[in-house]
């Protein structure tokens, strides 16, 4: 059984985690919350079968309506990143510092330890892509706790606020 995470307490759980509310983020230092709701039906979108569907209109000539499914969705979005993958520009491979981004605040996470390879397996979970999966080597595994650890001894002071 996995042990999961959320705020300062840890409870069993499945296979599946609903996450107790998540809270978008901006982040560029400090964590600002961001004008973000959940999205409504548009006249180029909307949700189908108490939102088990969603029916959408590509912008092609002409448009091309389509539905998909939840698990349908999962797997274009999947296509999707392994497509981005192979673009270019790449994807930068150290995070540029001080940028604006999106983040979940607070989000359900465990780890294992992977027994054929020696690894950690830590497991994060997006609010927007479900289930993440990582796999560090030990040494990997020991620079982030290193990492996670300074920073809890050397709290990062919030910017005032005007």
């Given at each position: 059984?996995?042990?999961?995470?959320?705020?300062s307490r840890?409870?069993?759980?499945?296979?599946?985690?609903?996450?107790?509310?998540?809270?978008?983020?901006?982040?560029?230092?400090?964590?600002?919350?961001?004008?973000?709701?959940?999205?409504?039906?548009?006249?180029k979108?909307?949700?189908?079968d108490?939102?088990?569907?969603?029916?959408?209109?590509?912008?092609?000539?002409?448009?091309?309506?389509?539905?998909?499914?939840?698990?349908?969705?999962?797997?274009?979005?999947?296509m999707l990143?392994?497509?981005?993958?192979?673009?270019?520009?790449?994807?930068a491979?150290?995070?540029?510092?001080?940028?604006?981004?999106?983040?979940?605040?607070?989000?359900?996470?465990?780890?294992?330890?992977?027994?054929?390879?020696?690894?950690?397996?830590?497991?994060?979970r997006?609010?927007?892509?479900?289930?993440?999966?990582f796999?560090?080597?030990?040494?990997?595994?020991?620079?982030?706790?290193?990492?996670?650890?300074?920073?809890?001894?050397?709290?990062?002071?919030?910017?005032?606020?005007?």
């Amino acid at each position: 059984m996995w042990r999961c995470f959320s705020a300062s307490r840890s409870f069993s759980c499945g296979d599946v985690v609903a996450n107790e509310n998540p809270k978008v983020v901006a982040g560029a230092g400090t964590l600002l919350p961001l004008p973000m709701e959940r999205p409504t039906s548009s006249d180029k979108w909307t949700f189908e079968d108490d939102g088990k569907t969603l029916r959408f209109t590509v912008p092609t000539n002409p448009p091309t309506e389509m539905r998909m499914t939840a698990e349908q969705l999962d797997s274009f979005l999947a296509m999707l990143a392994w497509l981005r993958s192979a673009m270019k520009p790449e994807i930068a491979p150290r995070w540029p510092f001080n940028l604006l981004a999106q983040l979940v605040h607070n989000p359900m996470w465990t780890t294992e330890g992977d027994a054929t390879s020696g690894n950690s397996l830590i497991h994060w979970r997006s609010t927007f892509f479900g289930w993440q999966h990582f796999s560090l080597p030990p040494e990997e595994a020991k620079s982030l706790a290193t990492a996670l650890l300074k920073q809890l001894e050397r709290p990062v002071k919030m910017a005032a606020r005007n």
